[in-house]
């Protein structure tokens, strides 16, 4: 049988945070938008409401500049009612003194960031698409690349009805850290296993956080509580992958326990509230950023250790510096528009990378050589005012993206055009 082929400005490969987002903005900046999407967890997949568990646990810890970015672009307002603010971040090591309080007063912010639950940001995402014409191959995914002239790039994908060609004059690959776009334009990487996972679950607490989110660097990994609304928290719980896989396994009423004893009591008895997810961590990072007609964005570009919660908000950059470029020139897919991006990606990409591997590789993992290391940071972290400012700045992506980027985006859309928040959906919080 004959693939169909069509034509179209921009192909997205991936339809997680990256590639939903990236697809409405370009789709509203004018432009004719594919968007395929493997599975059925990202934003392609069709909202499914509140509430709905779409198997990912995670609650993202997104930065004040992400949350700007977001406004600006009019995605925030319909996320708001299901994100928590955090107000304070306390960094501790189990079984030593000190705990690192940074607080958003003193940094002269009402919040330092907001937690919001993956899924609702999959929700918005999946209504905005739904808002903006952007054509959704779901169940679809990128089998091969093939050349189509100087002007395109041919995408093979294969989906339930069959194989399509698109012909794109931009191909995105937003497909992940395994990124079937990179491998099919032959593009390297630099990966790393860490000798962790991560296990991901929420729970509520006897008293509550009050916006506090809590980092526990402990000998095996670091273990993160975040607020989240409703009285819940969402754990990250970072271990050696054999540990993850016997917890994962264990009744819950073993987990809690063990999860007590290892954060303390400082919210009084844990509870667990939601379905536990594991999660393999590694680095990986492409060796280039663009090919012929091709650039990957987000985690096909770089993915991150979770230790600094960065990887979502550095992703988030690469989307609005990408948008920026494509929709100020006339061909989404000319050389010069990729290189210009590449190249102002490639200094926050290094310096995320290389500040979370070495945090990452520093602190976890290893009974012998972490107490030192931890506690070196700690106090470095405790004592050093500019230090600990610039560690503060760093993990609120306060660094502002400069406004002629922000300037290049499509305008906020109008009230109307804008899809309900999770909450209005169900007549939640009202
Ligand atoms: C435990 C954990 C906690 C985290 N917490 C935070 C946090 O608090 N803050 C933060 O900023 N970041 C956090 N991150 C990082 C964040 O999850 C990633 O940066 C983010 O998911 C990147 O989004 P993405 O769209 O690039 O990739 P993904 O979310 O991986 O989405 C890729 C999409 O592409 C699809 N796909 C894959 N292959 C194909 C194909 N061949 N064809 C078509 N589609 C394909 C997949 O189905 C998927 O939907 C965390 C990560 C982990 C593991």
């Known amino acids: ?177 395994g990124s079937a776009t990179r491998a099919a334009a032959g593009i390297e990487v630099q990966r790393r296993r860490y000798a962790a996972d991560a296990l991901v679950f929420d729970v509520r607490s006897a008293r509550p956080h009050r916006g506090r989110a809590f980092e526990r660097f402990t000998p095996e990994g670091p273990l993160a509580l975040l607020p989240q609304p409703g009285g819940r928290l969402n754990v990250v719980w970072v271990a ?35 379905p ?31 230790v600094a919660g960065q990887g979502l908000n550095l992703s988030l950059r690469d989307v609005a510096v990408l948008a920026g470029g494509v929709l100020a020139a006339r061909d989404p897919g000319a050389p010069e528009v990729l290189a210009a991006y590449a190249q102002a990606r490639s200094g926050d990409i290094d310096r995320v990378a290389t500040v979370t591997d070495l945090l990452a590789r520093g602190l976890p993992v290893g009974e012998k050589f972490a107490p030192t290391a931890l506690r070196r940071g700690m106090l470095l972290l405790d004592r050093i005012g500019p230090v600990r400012q610039l560690w503060a700045e760093q993990a609120m992506g306060l660094q502002p993206l400069p406004r002629r980027i922000l300037r290049g985006l499509p305008p906020v859309p109008r009230e109307t055009d804008r899809p309900p928040s999770a909450a209005a959906r169900t007549g939640e919080g009202t």
């Open 1 to 177: 049988m004959t693939a169909r082929r069509r034509n179209c400005d921009v192909l997205i490969v991936g339809g997680g945070p990256v590639g939903g987002l990236l697809a409405c903005l370009l789709a509203r900046g004018g432009l004719d938008v594919a968007l395929a999407e493997r599975g059925a967890g990202g934003a392609g997949e069709a909202s499914k409401g509140p509430g709905a568990r779409d198997g990912d646990t995670r609650g993202y810890a997104l930065a004040a500049g992400t949350v700007r970015l977001l406004d600006d672009v009019g995605y925030w307002k319909p996320l708001a009612p299901d994100a928590e603010p955090i107000r304070e971040v306390h960094v501790s090591r189990q079984g030593g003194f000190g705990s690192v309080v940074m607080d958003a007063a003193s940094q002269g912010v009402p919040a330092l960031g907001q937690v919001v639950p993956a899924e609702c940001i999959n929700a918005v995402l999946a209504d905005a698409l739904s808002a903006t014409g952007v054509e959704r191959l779901e169940q679809t995914g990128l089998e091969t690349l093939e050349a189509a002239g100087d002007e395109r790039r041919e995408a093979v994908l294969a989906g339930p009805d069959g194989r399509h060609r698109l012909a794109a004059r931009l191909v995105v690959g937003a497909d992940g850290t």
């Open 240 to 274: 050696p992958p054999e540990v993850c896989e016997e917890r994962a396994a264990q009744p819950e009423s073993e987990r809690i326990a063990e999860l007590q004893t290892r954060f303390g009591w400082r919210l009084g008895r844990l509870r667990a509230a939601g």
């Open 276 to 306: 536990v997810a594991r999660f393999p961590l590694e680095l990986v990072r492409a060796r280039r950023l663009y090919d012929h007609r091709l650039v990957l964005a987000g985690n096909a570009a770089h993915g991150l250790h979770p």
